[in-house]
């Protein structure tokens, strides 16, 4: 049975402060509204210092922040009330993702962690993604499932894309463009919000919505998209 941790780590609050502070190319969002958690004086010690000496400071400020205590007693009421919520679909979300993509679930445990900043990152090699204390169950639980299709779809086809020829910004707009898919009837029992994606990708996502009604084949899709809109 594949199972998710519900957890808060400093070092990957801190870690996903420093990710999204460092990277402005949000696909269309704007990157100041991103990290308006972050004083400026912090975001500009961010950016002169590489990434492991800016996560050391972030987990200082973190720290001495008096907002933390009251914070972190948000995020323990809020763990096993998020761990609730998905026991209802979770299972139901991981079965219907198997037979989206026609591939098992590839690892058994997830790690979900929670961030005080607003965006929720998610680390491939690890195995686990954020979701933000500021968002509501709902929010949170369309995240999960947004970051699970996210690690499912690599683990499975990212070197598929790679030897296809694929640039890792292709790859990483087909990722973000396939979570479409969560609005699809597939899902209509799990999500009570719809998954917006980012501006930049409206146009492939309008695409491969269009694409996906025909046959709903995935590996179909992902060629018949590699072929016809991102290469030719």
Not at 66 to 72: D, R
Not at 112 to 117: A, E, L, N, V
């Amino acid at each position: 049975m594949n199972k998710i941790k519900f957890d808060y780590n400093l070092d990957k609050d801190a870690w996903s402060w420093v990710l999204i502070a460092k990277d402005k190319e949000l696909w269309g969002l704007d990157w100041e509204n991103e990290v308006a958690h972050i004083p400026t004086i912090l975001l500009n010690k961010i950016s002169e210092s590489n990434h492991e000496t800016a996560q050391d400071i972030v987990v200082s400020y973190i720290k001495d922040n008096p907002k933390t205590e009251y914070k972190n007693e948000i995020i323990k009421i809020q763990i096993p009330a998020l761990q609730s919520a998905w026991e209802i679909i979770g299972n139901k979300y991981f079965k219907n993702l198997e037979n989206l993509i026609q591939k098992p679930i590839y690892t058994e445990d997830f790690g979900c962690f929670f961030t005080s900043g607003f965006m929720c990152p998610y680390n491939e090699k690890g195995n686990w993604f954020m979701v933000s204390m500021w968002h509501s169950l709902p929010q949170q639980i369309a995240t999960i499932c947004h970051e699970l299709m996210h690690l499912q779809f690599l683990h499975y086809y990212k070197k598929y894309l790679e030897d296809k020829g694929l640039s890792d910004n292709q790859i990483e707009d087909l990722k973000e463009s396939l979570t479409f898919l969560l609005n699809e009837p597939e899902f209509k029992e799990i999500m009570l919000i719809e998954d917006n994606g980012y501006p930049e990708h409206e146009k492939l996502r309008d695409y491969l919505q269009n694409v996906w009604q025909k046959d709903k084949k995935f590996e179909k899709l992902l060629d018949q998209t590699i072929e016809k809109y991102i290469i030719g």
